[in-house]
Structure formats: structure tokens, C-alpha cells
């Protein structure tokens, strides 16, 4: 069975910190997918990024990085200089080896950011 | 280019009763999944249709039913309602194959 666990229910930080949102998962599958969410107040998910188990290089996106690491499970997603914009849940989700398509998305329970001005 | 409409966006039933909720695809999305997420929680895998097909389901009763018609569009229903099934639903498209899928703003059900 797969897990997402997001063991920070809510974080808040002054506008212009730096913010770490952790993701460990759990899968019995090779090759798998994992991607984070991002859920403002309209309640639509918006997606941020996709990583395949192959693929350990981490990424940035302007003021967002995230840090895959396979030896302990974990996809950690990191905004610089965070925003008042940046405030909403974040989602943390794995998908089998079959992607996106026959299984579905596990979700995390979803990390609550609030960015104080 | 339109993303993924819901509909209705609220809706409000009794326990007991029948309900169904509508999704249209992102355009050039072959393949519909649906997610029930309570308050406070993430998203769970209701199923996902592929070619009018039912191709996954995840631990939701039979209570739980779909539909896909030739145009992609989906159809969510749930029977004999429970309070239990108030969440928000939600609709995502994606193309067969790919693992990204978009999501539409949901339908918020409350069951009273």
C-alpha cells in the first residue's frame, strides 16, 4: 500500500522567510511518481511539479525548489522569500508505476501555510 | 483553453437521497478521475474512467458509481447518501499515460 505522510499540519512564517514543507512516502513500487499540490481558499488544485523515481536532480522554479532524495523517502518542496500569495494547503501525492492514470493519486493530509505580511 | 468545470459547485441533500455531480474534461483529456476530500483532509481516490470505462476504483462502496460519455464528460452519483459523504468532490482530467492530472474547484456536497 502506499503513504503520504506530511507531518506539519500548519505553518506560519513572516512574509519574506524562507519555508521547508516536508513529504516522506511510502511505496513498494520501483518506479513511481510524486508531485505536489498547491489548494488556495477556491479549492481547486493547482499542480506545481512532477518527479519520476528516476529522477533525483532537484529542482527550481523561481522562488520554489524541491529536494528529492530516494535514500529516506523524501520530497520536500522549499519557497524563498515567501508572499502573502504563497498562503494556501499544500498537497504532497504518489502515484504507482503506472502513473497518474490506473491508480490514482495518494494524497498527504496536506500542510496549511500561512504567509503573515 | 477551458480547464476543468464542476458542476454544481454547492449542493445540499438529505440523508438518504441520490445526488450527481457533473465534470468536463480539460480540453484534448481522454481520462476523468474523481476524489472525495472531507474537511481537513486530502483528497482520496473515489475511480477513473477511460474510454467510457471504469479502469480503477479505490475503497469506496458500490454506493459510489460513474459514468463517461463519448465526449469525455463524466458523471459522478452516489446513493442513499450518508452525512458522512458531505466533502468536497472533486474532478480531475488527464491524458491516457500522462501522470499529471488537473483538477477542477469541486463540488461541495453537504448531507444533513
Known amino acids: 500500500a502506499q503513504k503520504v505522510t506530511q507531518a506539519q499540519t500548519e505553518i506560519s512564517v513572516v512574509e519574506k522567510e524562507d519555508v521547508t514543507l516536508d513529504c516522506v512516502y511510502e511505496?513498494?513500487?520501483?518506479?513511481?511518481?510524486l508531485f505536489w499540490y498547491k489548494q488556495p481558499p477556491s479549492g481547486e488544485l493547482v499542480f506545481l511539479i512532477r518527479?519520476?523515481?528516476?529522477?533525483?536532480q532537484n529542482e527550481i522554479s523561481g522562488r520554489y525548489s524541491w529536494n528529492f532524495q530516494k535514500s529516506t523517502s523524501s520530497f520536500n518542496f522549499t519557497i524563498t522569500a515567501s508572499q502573502v500569495v504563497d498562503s494556501a494547503v499544500y498537497f504532497c501525492?504518489?502515484?504507482?508505476?503506472?502513473?497518474?492514470?490506473?491508480?490514482?493519486?495518494?494524497f498527504g493530509k496536506g500542510t496549511h501555510l500561512i504567509i503573515q505580511p | 483553453d477551458a480547464g476543468v468545470t464542476q458542476s454544481p459547485t454547492h449542493l445540499i441533500k438529505t440523508r438518504g437521497q441520490q445526488v450527481t455531480l457533473r465534470c468536463s474534461p480539460k480540453?484534448?483529456?481522454?481520462?476523468v478521475s474523481w476524489y472525495q476530500q472531507a474537511l481537513g483532509q486530502g483528497p482520496q481516490f473515489i475511480f477513473q474512467?477511460?474510454?467510457?470505462?471504469?479502469?480503477q476504483r479505490g475503497n469506496f462502496p458500490d454506493r459510489f458509481s460513474g459514468h463517461q460519455f463519448p465526449n469525455y464528460s463524466s458523471e459522478l452519483n452516489v446513493n442513499a447518501l450518508l452525512l458522512g459523504d458531505s466533502a468536497l468532490y472533486l474532478c480531475?482530467?488527464?491524458?491516457?499515460?500522462?501522470?499529471?492530472?488537473?483538477f477542477g474547484a469541486g463540488t461541495r456536497l453537504s448531507v444533513l
Open positions: 480540453s484534448g483529456h481522454d481520462t
Open positions: 480531475a482530467s488527464s491524458l491516457v499515460g500522462s501522470d499529471i492530472q488537473y
Open positions: 518527479r519520476n523515481s528516476f529522477d533525483e
Open positions: 474512467y477511460y474510454e467510457e470505462e471504469e479502469r
Open positions: 511505496t513498494r513500487d520501483t518506479t513511481y511518481y
Open positions: 501525492a504518489l502515484s504507482g508505476a503506472s502513473g497518474g492514470g490506473a491508480d490514482g493519486l495518494t
